[in-house]
Nanobody, 118 residues
Framework: QVQLVESGGGLAQPGGPLRLSCAAS????????MGWYRQAPGKQRELVAT???????HCADSVKGRFTISRDNAKNTVYLQMNSLKPEDTAVYYC????????????WGQGTQVTVSS
């Protein structure tokens, strides 16, 4: 059974940091591209950042320079370090995994709430 379990969400101050983690089980983590998406109330889910199996990264323009995605293959975990948080970063953040070759093998976590407010 495939599981992606996010953690680290919560309430953060504007300008502050927060780090999200996503622990994967039930998959060969090394052959999955990983990503973080977010969905704010009333908005569509949007891409935040991705990291390939070779650790190439991509970040959305809205978070570039503030957020960093990384992965630890030994721990089957992907991270999202979020700095200089803004109220508009408030959303449910979802972890995503997609197989390097078989795109239909993709999985989502249950999401973790991030709220940026003073």
């Amino acid at each position: 059974q495939v599981q992606l379990v996010e953690s680290g969400g919560g309430l953060a101050q504007p300008g502050g940091p927060l780090r999200l983690s996503c622990a994967a089980s039930g998959i060969n983590f090394n052959v999955y591209h990983m990503g973080w998406y977010r969905q704010a109330p009333g908005k569509q889910r949007e891409l935040v950042a991705t990291i390939s199996t070779s650790s190439s990264t991509h970040c959305a323009d809205s978070v570039k320079g503030r957020f960093t995605i990384s992965r630890d293959n030994a721990k089957n975990t992907v991270y999202l370090q979020m700095n200089s948080l803004k109220p508009e970063d408030t959303a449910v953040y979802y972890c995503h995994a997609v197989h390097i070759l078989v795109r239909s093998r993709d999985y989502w976590g249950q999401g973790t709430q991030v709220t940026v407010s003073s």
